[in-house]
């Protein structure tokens, strides 16, 4: 069974930093594209960043770029979300996701992912 957890959400101030993880199981991790989403309560869910299954390339939503970092450690199983001078418009839930042997453009589309986590909650105060 797949399972995505996320964790490392919580409260900050703005300009501060935080760094979210999401733990994989169930599946063969290297072969995994991952990207990370948010979503406020009756919106869409966003984009924010997506790391490549086997380039390790990645890509970030305009909102983050130069703030936000995507990485990942196949031998944990483990993609991660540094997250750096944060505004208050990033609070939202966050959500880890994955898809398998997928790379390019469609790493930005919340449709094409398969596997989901729970969300952790970020919220950056003014």
């Known amino acids: 069974q797949v399972q995505l957890v996320e964790s490392g959400g919580g409260l900050v101030q703005a300009g501060g930093s935080l760094r979210l993880s999401c733990s994989a199981s169930?599946?063969?991790?290297?072969?995994?594209?991952m990207g990370w989403f948010r979503q406020a309560p009756g919106k869409k869910r966003e984009f924010v960043a997506a790391i490549s299954w086997r380039s390790g390339s990645t890509d970030y939503a305009d909102s983050v770029k130069g703030r936000f970092t995507i990485s990942r450690d196949n031998a944990k199983n483990a993609v991660y979300l540094q997250m750096n001078s944060l505004k208050p418009e990033d609070t939202d839930v966050y959500y880890c996701?994955?898809?398998?042997?997928?790379?390019?453009?469609?790493?930005?589309?919340?449709?094409?992912?398969?596997?989901w986590g729970q969300g952790t909650q970020v919220t950056v105060s003014s």
């Open positions: 996701a994955a898809i398998f042997r997928v790379a390019g453009t469609r790493l930005s589309d919340p449709y094409e992912y398969r596997y």
């Open positions: 169930g599946v063969a991790f290297s072969s995994y594209s």
